[in-house]
């Protein structure tokens, strides 16, 4: 049996709200997902039930008891057991040993089941004959016979026993076809066998190489199919194992290492160099570099201090610190990006719930031209007509087996989600991963999407400043010391740019003699004996200070998106400090990217016509609109959409709701922070526009991994049953033999998962 597990939301009470986990058995092919979601979505309280096949893994919503979960899978032919208490790396643990077991099992299989058949095909093909003549002939085969049926008890037996289930539920499945193909053949050859005189002379040939070899090549492919699965959840595998088992936390006094299930809220732990942040929290002591590459793509280690957010899974690279954890267990950044990742794998794009009703009629349809084939060779065929029919509705319900056509969307869903993950780009859905390859318009926000967010220090021109470089540097840090000594008592967000300028340069503070603030102009005051002005050129004009001569200064610095403050000191002007929120280094190279994959990029941003214009020919988008109110924002999405563009939005995931929720798609840009992560259908963690390229890349390359193993799904069983049913003989005298299309079945599978395992080799997440 194979084993699935159902991901649900758990509460503490019987009822669930959200997560509950169940390991089913008995799934194992596309028909099985629908009666799978049927029967969980039949109970009542189940808001929806989705089931990923390649994980043997499904997701249910809703307020449900699980004993009716369970009753409702066993209802419909499936065993199921509950999970509760498990944790996500025992779950894993557990998968991988099942996965390992089952594996090996059917590799057994398969040995058993070809060590009977390869031997009989290797006679029949040297000429041997496969037919009962003598009452020796019926000694012989009717060994031969049983030995086939240990074949189809031992080796078989799986197959038998789910079409038993499903028959008994009113079901067809992946293992109806192969279970009454191959019982079909034997039970023929058998009734060759016992009483050959019932039958024509030419009608008593035997088939039981038929049922060895098709039991063994479907178990081999089956093998092959469940190693190559193995690599397509790498993803999820990578971000469980991030997490370490234990903690180091400070309780009493002493440092005692405790399992993080025994962590709570507020406790305080110590973390050393090279060791892995158990959890969320906020660091209360220590200075060290932080490796957060494997949660938000970004290579380069992020400095924590005092005060700073840690994420559990991130590797602390050089400090010793102690951090207070304030997320812990199924709260943890990690834990709900793991469970996004797994939510995004388990969906489906409307491509892939095209492909699950295909199949949930198909297999039915097949056995009725199954049925027709045969009757059709019985009344019209050539002598002996009964061998005929038989190896006709045989080989047909052998070749119609839907394996690929199950597998064909959920495996390159799993891989596409997991590679984007990867490089830091979390994916809801398949719907989004769908939407996300036709997007034709990309609307950018301004502040803290195209630039950083906070405004800089950008640049400081002294006026009459020596032309020695040395000596303009200290008068540079001379003149910061004075308007940061000035704005430290001040949270206007200019102030707070001076300051952080004055921080970088480790300049010392003075403590101010005078300070006041004049509103819409600046400040007035004094230190180190100086008077100091510091403001607008209102500020400048109501004190008489001249500024004519920098007037060309301040309009480049204006033209460049900067804000230009003067700095006049004793009443004679003596620089001007240009801030601006300033554009990230590698925003102009990711529009350029996502112009080239033939999107046009549209800047929106609340920000004044004169900044927005600055901004827009910086980094070279195709228009931009300014003084946007958010709900102007999602106007505008809906007037592209109204012009038949398929339309994203990027923004920050707060003041851009709107706009993000009327988008096609809706990207948030940030750090993984709560409300980033919950308010759109893509977040990009790394906070770079490079991750749109990467969003764009995976999806079409995901979809159009999709197309190919639908079309190889869809090409192989549309074309292999009809040669099946044998309308090919007639005019070329060609008819499937049986052995042949349970060898084609199988690699069927092997070539749909192989050919969705090629995503894993995409390149994304290496620019910027």
């Given at each position: 049996m194979t084993t699935m597990v159902v991901d649900v939301s758990q509460s503490q009470s019987s009822l669930v709200d959200s997560s509950q986990r169940l390991l089913v058995e008995g799934a194992s092919c596309a028909s099985c997902v629908s009666k799978i979601e049927s029967a969980l979505n039949g109970v009542g309280g189940v808001n929806s039930a989705t089931m990923n096949l390649v994980e043997r893994t499904a997701t249910i919503h809703g307020?449900?008891?699980?004993?009716?979960?369970?009753?409702?899978?066993?209802?419909?032919?499936?065993?199921?057991?509950?999970?509760?208490?498990?944790?996500?790396?025992?779950?894993?643990?557990?998968?991988?040993?099942?996965?390992?077991?089952?594996?090996?099992?059917?590799?057994?299989?398969?040995?058993?089941?070809?060590?009977?058949?390869?031997?009989?095909?290797?006679?029949?093909?040297?000429?041997?004959?496969?037919?009962?003549?003598?009452?020796?002939?019926?000694?012989?085969?009717?060994?031969?016979?049983?030995?086939?049926?240990?074949?189809?008890?031992?080796?078989?037996?799986?197959?038998?026993?789910?079409?038993?289930?499903?028959?008994?539920?009113?079901?067809?499945?992946?293992?109806?076809?192969?279970?009454?193909?191959?019982?079909s053949a034997w039970l023929y050859s058998m009734v060759v066998v016992v009483v050959p005189d019932l039958l024509p002379e030419l009608a008593r040939h035997l088939y039981f190489e038929a049922t060895a070899m098709i039991i063994g090549l479907i178990s081999l492919g089956q093998a092959l199919e469940v190693k190559a699965r193995g690599r397509t959840s790498a993803a999820i595998q990578r971000l469980i194992?991030?997490?370490?088992?234990?903690?180091?936390?400070?309780?009493?006094?002493?440092?005692?290492?405790?399992?993080?299930?025994?962590?709570?809220v507020d406790d305080q732990i110590r973390v050393r160099p090279g060791e892995t942040i158990p959890v969320d929290g906020v660091v209360e002591s220590g200075q060290t570099a932080v490796d957060e590459s494997m949660l938000t793509g970004e290579p380069m280690p992020v400095s924590k201090g005092q005060g700073d957010?840690?994420?559990?899974?991130?590797?602390?690279?050089?400090?010793?610190?102690?951090?207070?954890?304030?997320?812990?267990?199924?709260d943890t950044a990690l834990a709900r990006i793991i469970g996004l990742v797994r939510q995004a794998q388990n969906s489906k794009p409307a491509i892939g719930r095209l492909a699950d009703q295909i199949s949930a009629w198909f297999v039915p349809a097949m056995m009725i031209i199954a049925v027709i084939s045969a009757l059709v060779w019985f009344n019209v065929g050539p002598q002996p007509t009964i061998a005929y029919a038989l190896v006709s509705a045989m080989t047909v319900l052998i070749i119609a087996c839907p394996c690929a056509l199950g597998l064909a969307t959920p495996m390159s869903i799993m891989v596409g989600i997991g590679k984007a993950a990867e490089a830091g780009v979390l994916i809801r859905s398949g719907d989004a991963l769908q939407t996300t390859a036709g997007i034709t318009t990309m609307l950018l926000d301004k502040t803290g999407t195209i630039t950083m967010g906070t405004p800089r220090v950008t640049q400081v021109h002294l006026v009459n400043g020596p032309a020695d470089r040395a000596e303009y540097d200290l008068a540079e840090d001379q003149l910061l010391v004075l308007v940061a000594s000035l704005e430290a008592g001040s949270e206007h967000p200019l102030a707070l740019a001076i300051l952080e300028s004055a921080a970088e340069r480790q300049l010392e503070l003075l403590v101010?003699?005078?300070?006041?603030?004049?509103?819409?102009?600046?400040i007035v005051g004094s230190g180190s004996g100086k008077q100091l002005l510091f403001g607008n050129h209102g500020l400048m004009a109501a004190y008489q200070i001249d500024i004519e001569s920098v007037a060309d200064v301040a309009l480049a610095m204006a033209q460049q998106a900067q804000t230009p403050i003067y700095l006049a000191v004793d009443n004679q002007l003596a620089a001007v400090i240009a801030v601006a929120d300033p554009i990230k280094n590698d925003s102009a190279n990711a529009i350029k990217r996502l112009q080239s994959l033939g999107m046009r990029v549209v800047m929106v941003t609340g920000d004044n016509q004169v900044t927005a214009a600055a901004v827009a020919?910086?980094?070279?988008?195709?228009?931009?609109?300014?003084?946007?109110?958010?709900?102007?924002?999602?106007?505008?999405?809906?007037?592209?959409?109204?012009?038949?563009?398929?339309?994203?939005?990027?923004?920050?995931?707060?003041?851009?709701?709107?706009?993000?929720?009327?988008?096609?798609?809706?990207?948030?840009?940030?750090?993984?922070?709560?409300?980033?992560?919950?308010?759109?259908?893509?977040?990009?963690?790394?906070?770079?526009?490079?991750?749109?390229?990467?969003?764009?890349?995976?999806?079409?390359?995901?979809l159009s991994n999709i197309k190919q193993n639908l079309f190889g799904a869809f090409v192989y069983n549309v074309a292999g049953v009809p040669i099946a049913a044998g309308v090919l003989y007639p005019f070329m005298g060609v008819l499937l033999n049986p052995v042949i299309a349970g060898a084609a079945m199988a690699f069927s599978s092997v070539t749909v998962v192989s050919n969705a395992n090629r995503l894993r080799f995409l390149t994304v997440g290496q620019q910027g």
């Open positions: 307020d449900v008891d699980t004993q009716s979960l369970i009753k409702a899978l066993q209802s419909v032919g499936y065993g199921a057991t509950a999970t509760a208490g498990i944790s996500e790396q025992e779950l894993l643990t557990q998968k991988q040993q099942d996965d390992l077991v089952h594996y090996r099992q059917l590799l057994r299989n398969m040995a058993m089941a070809l060590a009977v058949g390869l031997p009989l095909m290797v006679y029949g093909l040297a000429g041997g004959s496969m037919m009962v003549v003598t009452p020796l002939d019926q000694l012989v085969w009717g060994l031969v016979g049983l030995i086939c049926l240990g074949v189809m008890l031992f080796p078989g037996r799986q197959f038998y026993l789910s079409c038993w289930k499903s028959l008994l539920n009113h079901h067809a499945t992946m293992d109806t076809l192969i279970a009454l193909g191959t019982g194992g991030l997490q370490p088992k234990t903690a180091r936390v400070l309780r009493g006094g002493d440092e005692i290492d405790l399992p993080l299930e025994q962590l709570m957010l840690v994420t559990g899974g991130t590797l602390n690279k050089t400090g010793t610190l102690i951090f207070r954890a304030s997320r812990i267990g199924k101010p003699e005078r300070f006041e603030a004049l509103t819409g102009q600046g020919a910086q980094v070279g988008v195709d228009a931009f609109f300014a003084d946007l109110l958010p709900e102007q924002k999602a106007s505008k999405v809906l007037e592209l959409q109204a012009q038949g563009e398929r339309v994203g939005m990027t923004g920050d995931g707060i003041n851009d709701a709107p706009a993000l929720a009327q988008a096609d798609v809706g990207f948030a840009i940030g750090t993984g922070t709560d409300v980033a992560i919950e308010s759109a259908d893509i977040t990009l963690m790394r906070g770079s526009l490079h991750g749109l390229a990467d969003a764009v890349l995976v999806s079409r390359a995901t």
